[in-house]
Structures are given as C-alpha cells and as structure tokens.
C-alpha cells in the first residue's frame, strides 16, 4: 500500500487537518526546547506524507527568528520523489536504513502503521535526539461498538489500536524518555472531525467535553495524543 504509492496516490492526503497537528506539537514541544535551552539545527520528519507538519514546524521555527539549518522529509510511498517545498529535501526511502542523524524527529500519525512498532521507535530514535509524536488513539467506544477495526486496517491502514497508557507504554518500551505529553485539543476544530452532517451537529458539544475532560471524550470518540521524548 505505501511502497506502491497507493495509500498517496491522493497527494494532499491529510493535509487539512496539518496545520492543527502543528498546533498541537509544538504547544508541547517549544516550551521543552526553551527551558533546557535546545537548539534544532536539523530536522526530519518520518512518514512525511503530504509534508503539511513539516512544512509548518518549519516555517513556525523560521518565524521564531530560529530557521533550522537542514530539513527533510523520509517516506517510503514514492510520491515524494516529485515533491518540492523550500527549504525541504524530500527522500524517498526508509529512514531506519538511510536516515541521518536529526535533533528534532516528528512521527506524525505513523507507527501505527508498521508491524513491529516498538522496534521501529526504537531504530528510529536511535538517530534522533529529541522526538515528538501524534497518535492516533483508536481504542475507544466509538470503534469497539460498531466493530470498525477490520475497517480500520484496510483504511487509513491502522495496524495497532490504541488508548493513552498503551501508547505510552510503548514509546517507554522502545527505551524513550517521555517529557511530556497532552491531547490534541487542537485537532478538534481540525476539518476531519467535522466533514459529515452528524460531526457538525455534535460538534459543540464534543468541544465542550475535550474542554472539561479529554480522557473521556478520547474513550467514548477517539481521539489523538501528542508525546514529547527523548532518545537515551
């Protein structure tokens, strides 16, 4: 599905909820860097896709008056071979394999999607020093009730489902320091969450329950969690 192109063959896939996501990263991510004073001269993003996260972890950098040196996006759909964003370098290819070494690594909505994820977060951190994820938090009423994994794995390609503790857990197990972590609370206006008829007239109220308590609304709807790490 992603070595053939398939799963990009829509190369704007994702890329409206993008900006949100960035939101929601470096809500977590830039207090971190300030407060041990961390400089990004490189960055890679992993699963880069459509490049919208990158493109604007990037540019908010820039605008921070700190424009990071060296950013490239690693994708293993060859759809990348025929993007082009300035200042990114896109790569076609496994970043385990041919990745350099990065101070900032993002896995936006990734290893949910490879067989053998511990290991993946693992080999990938091993060129990273700071790592910042989103994921996906599958693992809710919304889907057990109505029996949408089989779905799920045939599209977006889901291979794990997940809540809070396990995607913990598992970022803890491939040998990271978590330094913080939070919902998404952004991706809630984000337009994938209000596409149909009934996600815009539920709308009010879910921001209304992500407001008061987003553990319940990720338990009943789903919803996705953002993880500050560090290699070790």
Same mark, same amino acid.
């Given at each position: 599905m992603y070595k053939e192109g398939t799963y990009f063959s829509d190369t704007k896939r994702h890329l409206e909820d993008a900006d949100f996501k960035v939101s929601a990263?470096?809500?977590? +991510?830039?207090? @971190?860097?300030?407060?041990?004073?961390? $400089?990004?001269n490189s960055y890679a993003d992993v699963g880069?896709?459509?490049?919208?996260? +990158?493109?604007? @972890?990037?540019?908010?950098?820039?605008? $921070?008056?700190n424009p990071i040196q060296e950013v490239k996006g690693y994708d293993v759909s060859p759809h990348v071979k025929d993007m082009k964003m300035d200042p990114i370098r896109f790569?076609?290819?496994d970043f385990v394999e041919i990745g350099t070494d990065?101070?900032?690594?993002?896995?936006?909505d990734v290893f949910e999607h490879v067989t053998n994820p511990v290991d993946f977060i693992k080999n990938v951190s091993k060129k990273g020093k700071i790592i910042a994820f989103h994921i996906p938090l599958d693992d809710c009423l919304s889907v057990n009730l109505r029996n949408l994994q089989r779905q799920k794995i045939q599209n977006p390609g889901h291979l794990i489902f997940l809540n809070v503790n396990s995607a913990l857990n598992m970022i803890t197990m491939a040998g990271l320091q978590i330094l913080d972590y939070d919902f998404s609370r952004e991706t809630i206006k984000a337009p994938s969450n209000n596409e149909t008829v009934l996600q815009k007239l539920f709308s009010p109220l879910k921001r209304i329950m992500?407001?008061?308590n987003p553990w319940i609304?990720?338990?009943i709807f789903g919803f996705s969690l953002v993880v500050i790490a560090k290699s070790n």
């Open positions: 990263i470096l809500r977590l +991510l830039n207090p @971190i860097l300030d407060k041990a004073d961390i $400089k990004v880069c896709g459509a490049g919208g996260v +990158l493109l604007g @972890i990037s540019q908010a950098f820039s605008q $921070k008056g790569v076609h290819g990065a101070d900032l690594i993002t896995l936006t992500v407001a008061l609304y990720s338990k």
